[in-house]
């Protein structure tokens, strides 16, 4: 009988260790998933406002600001049997063990694809069609200039040549507050938009040069035109996984609730 109440008390000692080990456990574990919570929020509000900020000026240059997600990898790298063992403990079941799982995996990866598709895919593309646009700009800019220079040696009476001033207001207005910096808009709005609304009413229209630079106008369009494509298809791919993301921090909170 003694013997019997020996292991009794033993196992209830050891069970007793078990369940406060859990519950110390368990107190780091909810630590961490609130903050991963927490730090999912802000990320999913950052990207919905790159994201919108971006559609609204669609070939500016805009980087969201990227949180750091530790505890989200320290959650996915604990014991699983010891989670099991606290959500047994706080009445949670292994279905919510495996939701919670499930979130925190689809967090981790989409955490890590969207800046790769920022900065990676749709960067590249972006990066590749800007540097396109830099070199058909300054063909108009060269072109234009060389007609300009041409004016001055062989015409006394350039400056009342209609070409001659429309030119040389597109080439100083390009020139004047223009930071250096590669702008697919600064070129658009400066250059492209106003060679071809300007060069393709009579008589420039006929004229060879004129013929060139709406050609090259052209093209800078078709250009700026694919570089609002591939930005708007990311902002509206990023709208629609915030919604995706939220949607998992809400499945997520649910269960942190039943674990407090």
């Known amino acids: 009988m003694l013997e019997k109440e020996r292991i009794k008390t033993e196992l209830d000692i050891c069970e007793n260790n078990r369940i406060q080990q859990l519950k110390k456990f368990g107190k780091l574990y909810w630590v961490f998933l609130g ?58 079941t292994n279905e919510d063990f495996i939701r919670v799982l499930s979130q925190l995996d689809y967090l981790k990866t989409i955490f890590s694809a969207i800046p790769r598709d920022i900065h990676e895919g749709n960067g590249k593309i972006v990066i590749d069609l800007t540097n396109q646009l830099i070199s058909n700009g300054n063909k108009i800019l060269q072109k234009s200039t060389e007609y300009l220079n041409t004016q001055k040696r062989d015409n006394p009476e350039f400056k009342k040549d209609e070409l001659y001033n429309i030119l040389d207001k597109i080439v100083i207005d390009y020139y ?5 910096m590669p702008s697919p808009s600064w070129d658009y709005d400066k250059l492209i938009n106003p060679i071809k609304k ?63």
């Not at 004047?176 to 250096?180: L, T």
């Not at 930005?231 to 709208?239: G, P």
């Open 198 to 260: 300007t060069l393709i009413k009579e008589p420039f229209r006929f004229m060879p040069i004129c013929n060139d630079l709406l050609l090259y106008a052209r093209h800078g369009g078709d250009i700026v035109f694919s570089i609002r494509q591939f930005n708007n298809q990311l902002c509206e791919d990023i709208l629609n996984t915030t919604k995706r993301i939220n949607s998992s921090i809400e499945k997520l909170k649910e269960i942190y609730g039943k674990l407090k």
């Open 35 to 92: 903050s991963c919570i927490e730090t999912s929020e802000k990320q999913s509000k950052e990207y919905f406002k790159f994201a919108s900020e971006f559609k609204n000026d669609i070939l500016g240059q805009h980087f969201p600001h990227r949180y750091t997600h530790e505890n989200l990898d320290r959650l996915l790298l604990l014991d699983h049997e010891l989670i099991l063992g606290y959500y047994e403990l706080k009445t949670a």
């Open 176 to 180: 004047k507050d223009n930071d250096g």
